[in-house]
């Protein structure tokens, strides 16, 4: 019998979101080197957006372990066992905190785990900020050429080290290209965002045109898809849910909340409509038609700006009147995208990984990695990496603060009483206290 070719392979995927969680973990196994035997750790910053179990369900990404860890205990964790891969699927700060807890934590050691990290979607707000806490790690990962392009650019506008910038894709783009027949009934798909728009009216705005369109078309089914289920969080904070604002419409049967898997929704979508969300880049891989909204403008605010040349902006009175958009090729072609292939798989969409995985292998086969350097120091930015660590009881040098959590045994169950309360607290907090106290400052 000839030898497995077969290696094994033990990879770390710490996220703070579910989102991340997703990018996270589908990002591990898109650039494991090939004939890899993945053992996938997963481990779940403690915070104000830590998954819970259903929306962990719902991302469908399964782990030989998963669980929950403050940034000291992750760190500790790190530096006791020996993994190959490790994935920071975290805000920029977090990323930054970890690169120099890391660093501390493998002091010495002749071996370490390569380090990746990236974003979950497009990049389009607080580029330089969230590329410079991002540095250091062995490769930052970008979504498209686009993105490539200006990461590199922002590194080397400032001195930093550039090559650890590679591109690839978004990891979970896939899925059944749209039938040339439509499905039937035709649907129509508003995907929802935590906090794209922000106010209270112009949340409600869309609301009643989704509805209005519901009405204009009784034949078609109309989804407003939403990301969370009230007092659940994910990437970003939603202090005004729909399904709080839905209680004082009155919608037609034709239209109906759904949560779930994106994908299974993108099965039966004819057409998807969203302010900024990632999901239109999951709808045009498929080549289901895509409408980005223009009715609040186009603006860096809202993120829509990104698709400006994409031929997917327009209106509800557009959509209303039957208007089907049809994307620019070449548009698309950047963002990484409906490139060539089939939308499951196959074509430049799977190579558009073989560059990450072959620097991985490169790196897994060194002898020794160099010692894990930041652009951010205690000499660069000795007014701002501090805060940043000390956020995640993290010293200047990268060390644990006195009285950080410690990682040898389970929370109590008073603690964990504590901690579900002071969550939930601040979900109240957010969701609804906060909003009272600003329209009380409008006043």
């Not at 997703?22 to 494991?32: C, D, H």
Request: with cysteine.
């Amino acid at each position: 019998m000839p030898a497995s070719t077969t290696k094994s392979l033990r990879v770390a995927v710490l996220a703070d979101s579910d989102t991340r969680w997703k990018w996270g973990s589908l990002t591990a196994n898109r650039i494991s080197p090939a004939e890899s035997d993945i053992r996938l750790d997963g481990f779940l910053l403690r915070g104000r957006a830590t998954p819970t179990a259903r929306q962990l369900e719902e991302v469908g990404v399964r782990a030989d372990s998963l669980r929950e860890v403050t940034a000291v205990e992750f760190l500790r964790e790190m530096a006791k066992e020996q993994y190959d891969v490790l994935v920071l699927a975290l805000v920029g700060g977090a990323v930054q905190a970890m690169l120099h807890g890391l660093a501390h934590a493998w002091e010495g050691r002749e071996k370490r785990p390569v380090i990746v990290t990236g974003y979950v979607g497009v990049v389009y707000e607080k580029l330089a900020d969230g590329l410079l806490l991002r540095h250091g790690a062995d490769l930052v990962l970008a979504n498209s050429r686009q993105d490539a392009d200006s990461f590199r650019a922002v590194y080397e506008g400032v001195g930093a080290d550039a090559s650890s910038v590679t591109e690839v894709a978004l990891p979970f783009l896939g899925g059944t290209a749209y039938p040339a027949g439509g499905h039937d009934p035709y649907t129509v798909v508003f995907a929802a965002q935590p906090s794209v728009p922000e106010s209270r009216k112009d949340r409600t705005y869309l609301l009643n045109r989704l509805i209005q369109h519901a009405r204009l078309h009784p034949d078609r089914e109309v989804l407003l898809k939403l990301r969370s289920k009230p007092g659940e969080h994910t990437t970003h904070i939603e202090e005004l849910p729909y399904q709080k604002l839905v209680q004082k419409a009155d919608p037609p049967a034709n239209f109906r909340l759904v949560y779930g898997h994106m994908g299974e929704v993108l099965d039966r979508t004819d057409l998807l409509v969203t302010v900024s969300s990632t999901a239109a880049l999951e709808s045009l891989h498929r080549r289901i038609p895509t409408v980005v909204l223009s009715d609040l403008g186009v603006r860096e605010a809202l993120g829509n700006h990104h698709f400006v040349g994409s031929g997917c902006l327009a209106s509800w009175d557009q959509l209303d009147a039957g208007h089907r958009p049809s994307p620019d090729a070449a548009w698309v072609a950047r963002q990484g995208v409906a490139v060539g292939g089939t939308p499951s798989g196959g074509g430049s969409y799977e190579r558009a990984f073989d560059v990450a995985r072959f620097r991985i292998t490169e790196l897994l086969e060194a002898d020794r990695l160099p010692a894990l350097a930041p652009y951010y120091t205690p000499v660069t930015a000795p007014g701002y990496l501090p805060g940043i660590l000390a956020r995640h009881h993290l010293g200047p040098d990268g060390s644990p603060l006195p009285g950080a959590p410690a990682a040898d045994k389970e929370p109590s169950p008073v603690r964990q009483i504590v901690r579900r309360a002071a969550r939930g607290a601040y979900r109240h907090g957010v969701q609804r206290v906060a909003p009272v106290i600003r329209r009380m400052g409008e006043l």
